[in-house]
């Protein structure tokens, strides 16, 4: 008990730790709304690329329905003028014939000069018509491919991330092979990968000190976080929902967690080159539990501390700004 006593932090110490907890605690459901938010950008990306390429289509069809009408108008016109040139010539025939019938023949003739410049008024509009119909898709076709250009650069750093997250999780498997389903678990979820860490592989029952055992898993982490130095390194504490009946200065479940937080960024820092700068340490306490029922089962699954690895999103985010 003296031993336990004298290594205990003081009560501003652990009034830091929660602040910096909080502090991270935020950053983390930043981290997860940005990935929330990069899916909802890309399927709003996907809905307007398919929005502008009906567009596109249905300006196509109004484009062939224009030339045709415009064809249409220009055949009519030929006719029309071919037409205007026989009464012309049967004006002239006609001027030494009967009075009567070259009067009805300029009758006709007016109404032919009449309907020859409605044609043109027409074939006139169609072509202006047609003009814009151009005009517009051109402007659907660029926004088309400038759409379709950030989202392969979306797709592109997503997939890159991806692949960063699943060779992370491959090297830090294989560094902690002789632990997985012994107390430890590697998995990926929201953009990070969380190595989990029973209670049992780590700590006994209400303390945190870090055994033998836990001590070689963690420090063969260590040496794969040495050589991935963009890799920010969180360290979450979490207990069950039995009250900690300690002594000393551990009041609750949220100072156990904490301490057992900043021990094991003690155990990844010593005799490693990582930067401290990397790592965060935080206490759930029992508010995050992973099984919700009050079960022996369920707390033993509930008392872990997780390890949370991300990588540098900067490149994302610069994307998702640009929006």
Request: net charge negative.
């Amino acid at each position: 008990m003296i031993v336990i006593a004298a290594s205990c932090v003081s009560g501003k110490k652990y009034n830091s730790l929660s602040d910096t907890s909080r502090g991270f605690m935020n950053e983390r459901d930043a981290l997860k709304g940005i990935n929330i938010n990069l899916e909802m950008k890309n399927a709003e990306l996907e809905a307007m690329r398919t929005s502008i390429e009906r567009d596109i289509e249905e300006l196509k069809r109004q484009y062939a329905q224009v030339e045709a009408d415009r064809n249409r108008a220009l055949n009519d016109l030929n006719n029309i003028t071919a037409r205007y040139s026989e009464l012309q010539s049967a004006q002239e025939d006609l001027i030494r014939g009967n009075v009567r019938e070259t009067q009805r023949m300029l009758g006709e003739l007016r109404a032919a000069q009449a309907n020859l410049q409605e044609k043109e008024e027409l074939l006139r509009q169609l072509s202006e018509s047609l003009d814009d119909k151009k005009l517009s898709l051109d402007e659907l076709s660029y926004e088309l491919e400038r759409r379709n250009a950030r989202l392969t650069e979306l797709e592109n750093i997503l997939e890159a991330q991806r692949r960063i997250l699943q060779d992370l999780k491959a090297r830090v498997s294989e560094a902690l092979l002789g632990f997985e389903n012994n107390g430890l678990t590697v998995s990926m979820r929201d953009g990070k990968v969380y190595v989990s860490l029973d209670e049992q592989l780590l700590f006994r029952s209400g303390s945190y000190e870090i055994d033998a055992n836990g001590r070689r898993a963690i420090r063969q982490l260590a040496g794969v976080l040495e050589r991935n130095t963009d890799i920010q390194i969180i360290i979450e504490g979490h207990t069950d929902n039995v009250p900690y009946r300690g002594s000393g200065q551990l009041n609750d479940n949220w100072d156990l967690s904490v301490k057992r937080a900043t021990t094991v960024v003690r155990t990844l820092l010593e005799g490693s080159r990582i930067n401290p700068q990397r790592l965060t340490a935080s206490g759930r306490s029992q508010y995050l539990p992973i099984d919700d029922r009050n079960t022996v089962d369920a707390r033993q699954k509930n008392r872990r501390t997780e390890i949370i690895l991300t990588p540098d999103l900067s490149e994302l985010y610069k994307i998702i700004d640009s929006y």
